[in-house]
């Protein structure tokens, strides 16, 4: 049986609240344990551990992954991060064969490990919540195929669109975003354990072995740059960060859209609250605040940018800096995408409001210009021809009677487009009539289809690291 050690006592000194990352870094606890159990595999197999002690260490590591889940575990302020926590923890339960896990490993390398399992669980849930509201957008526009509405430039009405052309607008964006999370994930799919604190290890390790048992593609190509790089995490920062502007971009139409001026949202009580003074008013607090969290995952990026734009290789105590923000903006996108995937599914459109923009005669004015370039008008004489014809009308866009100032030469029966049908002519691919939107929503649902599946090949990587938690079955 083997004999518990005394925990150590660490003498504090005026910087150690300084240098203690504890708060933040805790996080990693259960992925530093998953890569302990890895790596004193490895070291069984190449002969530093015995088989007795590569058991011994197994069995502590899992008892304390089992005290994290349990809340039990006594986390000690005075060690100044989790890789100590977990270390000294292990060597009171297990011995002095406690101070054999750290055996050809750094922390250098250890914490750049963790970050790898800890995006790798972070992207999927994200990419897995960005999907889902994703999904929803694409179940509205279903329901929205014949729904006209007034299309927008510089905030002032331009063309015809439907509702559901709007709405998947949204929804290529965030399927932009998934995929780009999943590149993320891929790319950063690189174990860097046995890169040590720069430069490996005289022992004779296999940083394959243990790239392979955390489902890793590969181990890391320069040791140097293995515990230096935190490319992965401004990937991260970045990915949300654009994440958080398409979801910002939303939220303002939903402000917008519920106000009085537009009209084209009714509000509910998902959307907002009243106001403390005025009894007539329903404010959209959460679309304003989705709007207004994307300041805080933007100066995320930044801070990350700014901390690694002066370091030289190899490791650099700044580097402790990294989590703070990815965490933050991880936080923060996490809690807005919570916020729009409860309240897309209840959205009150106001379709009549709608439709009566939809059916304003100036929108159609580009739709008479390209009439006219049928007819083998040169289309910056016809835009002209247009153009001078809403001046004359008072800034109106009225159908001339057979053509009158608009087509000279050309027979009142050429005139063929009906005003009062506003997405009649709009059939080009990816364009807002409803044949062409019923082809998008095919070729979304065939999108949606490959990331569901990526995200399922990514959530088995993630439960790796569980099932090396878990007890061996007796």
Not at 19 to 29: G, M
Not at 393 to 401: A, M, Q, T
């Given at each position: 049986m083997t004999t518990p050690t005394p925990a150590p006592v660490y003498v504090r000194t005026p910087a150690h609240g300084f240098?203690?990352?504890?708060?933040?870094?805790?996080?990693?606890?259960r992925y530093d344990?998953?890569?302990?159990?890895?790596?004193?595999e490895m070291l069984g197999h190449v002969g530093i551990l015995s088989a007795s002690e590569v058991e011994t260490l197994r069995g502590g590591l899992r008892r304390i992954a089992r005290e994290l889940a349990q809340g039990s575990f006594d986390w000690r302020e005075d060690l100044e991060d989790v890789h100590t926590n977990m270390e000294v923890r292990l060597t009171e339960l297990v011995g002095s064969v406690g101070g054999k896990i750290h055996s050809a490993r750094s922390r250098n390398d250890q914490v750049a490990l963790d970050e790898r399992l800890f995006l790798r669980a972070a992207i999927h849930s994200v990419a897995q919540r960005t999907h889902e509201l994703a999904s929803k957008l694409l179940e509205r526009a279903r329901q929205e195929i014949e729904t006209p509405m007034a299309g927008y430039t510089h905030l002032q009405r331009a063309q015809p669109v439907t509702?559901?052309?709007?709405l998947l607008a949204h929804f290529w964006r965030l399927q932009r975003d998934v995929d780009r999370l999943l590149a993320t994930a891929a790319r950063s799919n690189v174990s860097p354990l046995g890169a040590g604190a720069l430069a490996g290890s005289t022992l004779p390790i296999e940083p394959d072995r243990v790239a392979r048992r955390l489902g890793f593609d590969h181990p890391f190509e320069n040791s140097l740059d293995a515990v230096s790089d935190r490319d992965a995490f401004v990937e991260l920062a970045f990915d949300l960060a654009l994440l958080s502007v398409h979801l910002s971009s939303m939220g303002e139409e939903l402000v917008l859209w519920a106000s009085t001026e537009f009209g084209y949202l009714r509000a509910s009580p998902g959307l907002g609250s009243g106001s403390s003074l005025m009894p007539q008013k329903r404010n959209p607090d959460v679309a304003e605040l989705v709007r207004g969290k994307a300041g805080r995952t933007i100066g995320d990026l930044l801070a990350l940018l700014v901390t690694l734009k002066g370091l030289p290789l190899a490791y650099n105590r700044d580097l402790q800096e990294d989590k703070a923000p990815v965490l933050d903006a991880l936080s923060t996108t996490e809690a807005t995408l919570a916020a729009l995937n409860s309240i897309v599914p209840d959205l009150q459109f106001e379709r009549e409001r709608m439709r009566e923009t939809a059916t304003d005669p100036a929108l159609r004015a580009t739709d008479a210009a390209e009439h006219l370039v049928r007819h083998g008008v040169p289309f910056r004489e016809a835009h002209d021809r247009v153009a001078a014809h809403?001046?004359?009308?008072?800034?109106?866009?009225?159908?001339?009677?057979?053509?009158?100032?608009?087509?000279?030469?050309?027979?009142?029966?050429?005139w063929t487009f009906d005003p009062s049908d506003p997405l009649?002519?709009?059939l080009s691919p990816g364009g807002p009539a409803p044949v062409a939107v019923r082809r998008q929503i095919?070729?979304?649902?065939?999108?949606?289809?490959i990331a569901q599946s990526s995200l399922s090949s990514l959530g088995r990587l993630t439960g790796l690291i569980e099932e090396l938690l878990q007890e061996e079955p007796k």
């Open positions: 240098l203690n990352s504890l708060s933040v870094d805790r996080v990693l606890a344990l998953a890569g302990s159990i890895a790596h004193a509702l559901a052309h709007h809403i001046a004359a009308h008072g800034g109106r866009f009225d159908r001339p009677e057979g053509g009158a100032g608009l087509e000279p030469g050309l027979s009142a029966a050429a009649a002519d709009r095919e070729l979304a649902d065939a999108r949606m289809r």
